[in-house]
């Protein structure tokens, strides 16, 4: 699937017709470019699917990051967002989104910027929902960065090369690491289906998946950010090895730390739960002092 040949699309907002897509992208030359990750969506129905996913009438404000010509945008309006703001760094794409702004004035904010130093404070102190077809460069980054300020966030319905997402998702095995005890220590973490390549523009080497991330009332189980953070690199770094071994380098007796944390020394990190990865966590901060 490409770009959309359709004369153009309803405006359930403003019951008018909004130009296709193909339009607006030869009108701003808007060829994707390889250095900002650029695989633009473009099919109408495979947005629309994605934004109900998101249920976007539930949160006060959508950021949506990456916007590109705006596809998934007009599909968030139509779904009944409140209000969407849209992050774009490449100016091309800002100038065609202000057209899509005209039409929702007060429904569509455009933001030039890097996604990467944008504060979702600045949206307010309602929580929000987040919608992206993330950019493969840098989708693991923004992810962990919203992770810091999750209290913020109502629902997370992101975008991933595949493999990543399997990583989110993992609960055991090859694939399981530090990002899937990261993601799930805070959060419900939910494969809903994979996107070819021939649904974008240009067709990327790889297979997408849509993960919708809802954020728990509370961490899965009790555990310190940081301490977590250095057991899971220590337990994965040297995933092969028995936890006895692999974590010679965090704690000078292994053994004490594994049984304070009620965890078999001959256990390995693809193994163990996120709930052990806490205990393992406090028994460190424990041990550690302060």
Known sequence: MTATTDPGEADAGCNTTLPP???????????????????????????????????PDNPAVILEVGPGPGGLTRALLAAGAARVVAVEKDRRCVAALGELAVRYPDRLEIVEGDALSFDIATLGPARIGIVANLPYNVGTRLLLRWLERVERIESMTLMF??????????????????????????????????????????????????????????????????????????????????????????????????????????????????????????????????
């Open 21 to 55: 897509l193909a339009a607006v992208i030869a009108r701003h030359g808007l060829q994707p470019k390889r250095a900002l990750g650029q695989h633009f969506l473009l099919d109408p129905g495979l947005c629309g699917r994605i934004a109900r996913a998101a249920r």
């Open 161 to 290: 090369q595949k493999e990543v997402a399997t990583r989110i998702t993992a609960t055991g095995g090859r694939d399981y690491g530090g990002l899937s005890v990261r993601a799930q220590w805070l959060c419900t973490c939910e494969r809903l289906f994979d996107v070819s390549p021939r649904a974008f523009v240009p067709p990327p080497g790889v297979v997408s998946t849509v993960v919708r991330l809802v954020p728990r009332a509370t961490p899965l189980a009790p555990a310190d950010p940081d301490a977590l953070d250095a057991v899971t690199r220590a337990a994965f770094g040297q995933r092969r090895k028995m936890l006895r071994r692999a974590l010679r380098g965090l704690a000078p007796d292994p053994h004490a730390l594994l049984e304070r944390a009620g965890i078999p020394p001959e256990a390995r990190a693809e193994t163990l739960s996120v709930a052990d990865f806490c205990a393992l966590a406090r028994a460190w901060a424990v041990l550690r002092g302060p």
